[in-house]
Each structure stands twice: as structure tokens, then as C-alpha cells.
């Protein structure tokens, strides 16, 4: 459980380094990756019920979850918009199926954890404002020890777009 945490730490902090060392560790433990991504899709899921359920009493039913684990789900559902959980949700599911048939079920989810990390409109929604709809600024986000971090982890990279007409040839 700690090292789908991670992942959703890694994507929710914009990394795909990040997601990429945390997937080459549940490689290195010896866990089955369709059992991961499984996991992974289901944790999704459930971020994607807490985002539209206004109360936490109201997800008893919803999510089956200890008490523990649902505090943890309700600070991970911060970092992400609604619409953005929807994608990376869409993202694992085909990865899933993929996975199911590909002889190389690592780096189909390689890939897809890559992807979700560069999903626009990843946006933290405090839960006293979620339901007036005022936005915060994304927290930083650290992974467990036992995932290396890399420099510039709290920060999303921010690519530069040049224009054809910029160019210099």
C-alpha cells in the first residue's frame, strides 16, 4: 500500500522520474505488476469518490477503507481536480487491460504512470472550500523513504514551448 502512495505522490507532484523510481521498487520487492496496477486503479477510484462526495461521513459505504487509510485518502484527494483524477483514473483502467496481454507489463505501466503525471489541472481543493469551488496552491509532496526523491520534487517542471516562427535555424 505504501508504494501505491508513492505513486500517487510521484503523479500528484508532477514527477515522472519519480513515478518511474517508484515503480522500478515494486519491481526490485518482487510485486506482480498487474497485482499493482489493480491496486493502483482501485486507490484511483476511490480518490475519484472522494472527490465528489462533500463529506466524509457521507463515503461510509462508498469506500471500504480503515479509518487510517481514509485520512490518507482524503489529504491525497487534495492534490488533484476532479476532472484530472477522471483522466489518470481513464489512463491506469487501459493500462490494466494492456497489461493483461503485453510481455512487458513494466513499462506499460511505466508509461501510463508517466502520462499521468503530466496531466493538466492537477489543482488542491481544501476540503472546507471544495464545495464553495475556491482553489489553493498545490502543496509539496514528499514520497516515503524508501523511494529516492529527486532534486525539484515540490515543483512541477515547466516546459518551454517555442513557436516555429521562434526558431533559430
Do not use: W
Request: include cysteine; aromatic fraction near 2%; glycine fraction near 4%.
Amino acid at each position: 500500500h505504501e508504494l501505491v502512495r508513492a505513486l500517487v505522490a510521484a503523479i500528484g507532484a508532477r514527477n515522472g522520474a519519480a513515478a518511474v523510481r517508484v515503480l522500478a521498487e515494486v519491481v526490485d520487492q518482487g510485486h506482480d505488476m498487474k497485482a499493482y496496477c489493480g491496486d493502483l486503479v482501485e486507490y484511483v477510484r476511490h480518490l475519484v469518490v472522494a472527490s465528489v462526495v462533500p463529506a466524509a461521513a457521507d463515503l461510509q459505504g462508498l469506500i471500504e477503507v480503515p479509518p487510517d487509510d481514509l485520512r490518507q485518502l482524503l489529504v491525497d484527494v487534495t492534490l488533484f481536480s476532479g476532472d484530472s483524477l477522471e483522466e489518470i483514473f481513464r489512463l491506469l483502467t487501459q493500462a490494466e487491460d494492456h497489461l493483461r496481454m503485453s510481455p512487458h507489463p513494466r513499462y506499460v505501466l511505466e508509461v501510463a504512470a508517466i502520462r499521468a503525471t503530466r496531466v493538466e489541472n492537477h489543482v488542491v481543493v481544501s476540503p472546507a472550500d471544495r464545495a464553495d469551488g475556491a482553489r489553493e496552491p498545490r502543496p509539496t509532496v514528499s514520497l516515503p523513504s524508501s523511494v529516492p526523491q529527486s532534486p525539484g520534487l515540490s515543483t512541477p517542471r515547466t516546459e518551454k514551448v517555442i513557436a516555429k516562427d521562434d526558431r533559430r535555424d
